[in-house]
């Protein structure tokens, strides 16, 4: 159904993993260290990728770093640690989901499944975030085109994850009205998938720090504490 490439340098983990995913009609195709897979990534892009973050030669979340800076794929980060500071630093670089070891098949399964769905990278047409979530959307200097995952703000193209995207779309569809993190998770995850606030706030300020690059002044996304965030469209 979809090409995986998975990095992570525990055998046994790679083994089970890979049978797992390849009973599910995924092709899986493995690297045991960062730099190997990295350079796989590079030039030959998958349907999604899953990192473990400590590894030798290079740890997946600089993997995860060097990746961001040309392409969007999916990303779902495999860790032993239980630091929350590891989550939030993976979210902050651009992962898409996160999953702590040890970690029952079932649910990595699920979350692949959470995760390729959203893209349309299963064969179906990705899910819709809303009412109307396929047709283009324009709010003053911003462009979504949901069929492309495509989004400019002033003509300028702007590189967004696949939940990135959804959050944005999620929050454009309707300026000025105030979307909980609970409306904003909803929009972006799969039922089956919890995250907490803070996820969602790492995606926003992600998102932000990506639409200042082309637009130093971009506020467009706002923030009411304690409420949530809404879309001001200027």
Do not use: C
Not at 70 to 93: A, R
Not at 114 to 135: H, I, M, V, W
Not at 141 to 164: C, F, I, N, Q, Y
Not at 192 to 212: A, E, G, L, N, P
């Amino acid at each position: 159904m979809a090409n995986i490439t998975l990095v992570d340098d525990d055998e046994n983990i790679v083994a089970s993993v890979s049978l797992a995913l390849e009973s599910h009609g995924h092709k899986v195709t493995a690297w045991h260290d960062g730099a190997s897979g990295l350079e796989a990534l590079e030039a030959s892009p998958p349907d999604l990728a899953i990192l473990d973050v400590k590894m030798p030669r290079m740890d997946g979340m600089e993997v995860l770093r060097r990746l961001r800076q040309t392409s969007q794929i999916p990303v779902i980060m495999l860790t032993s640690k239980d630091e929350e500071i590891d989550e939030i630093l993976g979210f902050n670089l651009g992962a898409d989901d996160y999953i702590h070891k040890p970690f029952s098949q079932r649910l990595l399964i699920e979350r692949v499944k959470a995760l390729l769905r959203r893209t349309g990278a299963d064969g179906a047409e990705p899910e819709p975030s809303g009412e109307g979530s396929t047709k283009a959307i324009r709010r003053g200097k911003l462009s979504m085109d949901p069929a492309r995952h495509e989004s400019t703000w002033e003509g300028k193209p702007v590189k967004l994850t696949v939940t990135e995207f959804l959050l944005l779309q999620a929050l454009a569809q309707r300026p000025g009205f105030v979307k909980s993190r609970d409306n904003l998770m909803d929009a972006a995850y799969d039922d089956q998938v919890y995250v907490d606030d803070r996820t969602i706030d790492s995606h926003v300020k992600r998102m932000r720090k990506k639409f200042r690059v082309v637009d130093p002044e971009f506020d467009a996304i706002e923030t009411l504490y304690g409420v949530g965030y809404r879309y001001r469209e200027s």
